[in-house]
């Protein structure tokens, strides 16, 4: 193989450029980088074919074995030894029960929840700490709600660097923090919210030389391109009508508008499917800009049950109406109520996801109720992290008792005889 050409990294405010090897991750400006590569030398179907090979591959390379690096052209062409667990090769899954909540006769639901630590932030993450180990970083951090920082916790375990993470005290699930932990990260627990956190952590990245992984890192949009790249593969390269995600720091929602364009450019698709970004009602700084034609940045205290988008202020706000702009997408917010009830949903079918997730689930539902996705069209559905993730949650939703929710389960005690069995189980009282 040829050595591949470089990639650059481009203010999205300036437009000043920057080298693929240098450690910033914002302009001098303070606005977002994003990463530009060299135009790949095959497009359209040759590519699509040499994407395929290695997926069918039996080697135990990371650039034929992993969903990212499979598509390392698209990703850093120029990487060498990948940190790689490996991640992605997510399924795309069907279920009767959660299509007929929703309203529509095809949903697909691509479950992120089954990457090695339970959510999507892997597939962004081997990028982020593959360029750590090329830049030679003493140490990486990130602030995070919770499953950004299990992933990183893993992935510099993997690469044999120190880890740094910062949470927001009371707000984090317990499957989360545990992961963090016995991944061995440095683990504090700051007194402020997330965005007290990311300002920490920037602070330390150029005071204390730490490389920070946060989704302002634009080498982790790269990885999260892929999401939509395999779904796309998955699909036979027949993009659908709608894609429908959770949205809270918007690093995935900037993820998905980058890659639908350049796969249209690279002739991998031929048509944009319209992105649908769903926040939870308590945290909708971009569903209510998105009402006002963008105009305005939104802030707000935010205050949800789903913590994985408990966001007030956005990191990657700008990047993410473009991505809403380029693909004709829309904005919209879903109350906890039905984001927890479509939680019950998507876990009774068997298959499962943690809170945040369920806002795709939720959000497709409100937009057929809408009139905007029809019966007749095509929906992926995007699920985030894997149910065990926020046990907590889970518990709470099906608690037996007064104001328990409208799909609970909540466990029965009974004596150990038949009779109380069958009369509990088989009663149709
Ligand atoms: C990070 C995360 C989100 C939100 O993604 P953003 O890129 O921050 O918008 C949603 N769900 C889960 C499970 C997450 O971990
Ligand atoms: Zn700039």
Redesign the pocket.
Known sequence: MNKPAASVLRCEICGAQYGEMDARTACECDGLLSVLHAAPSENGSALRARFALRRGSVSPRASDTSGVWRYQELVMPSAQQMVSHPEGNTPLLTSAPVASYVGVRQLSLKH??HNPTG???DRGMTVAITQAVRLGARAVGCAS????SASLAAYAALGGLKAIVLVPEGHVALGKLAQTIAHAARTLVVRGDFDACLRLMREAQSALGVYLVN?LNPWRIEG?KTIVTELCEQLGWDAPDWIV???????????FGKALVEMRDLQLIDRLPRLA?VQAEGAAPFAASFAHGFVQRQRVEPNTV?S??R?GD???FDR?VGAIRNTDGVVIAVPDEELLDAKAIVDASGIGC?P??A?SVAGARQLVRQGLVRPEHRVVAIL??HLL?DPEVVLGYHRAGEGAAKLANPPVTIDATLRALEHVVFSHS
């Open positions: 992120e929840g959510s999507f932030k709600t919770g499953n950004t989704s999260q995600l959770p949205a809270g720091n918007l690093g995935n929602t900037a993820a970004a789903a994985a988008i966001i956005p990191a990657s993410a943690e945040a997730s806002a985030t992290g993730k």
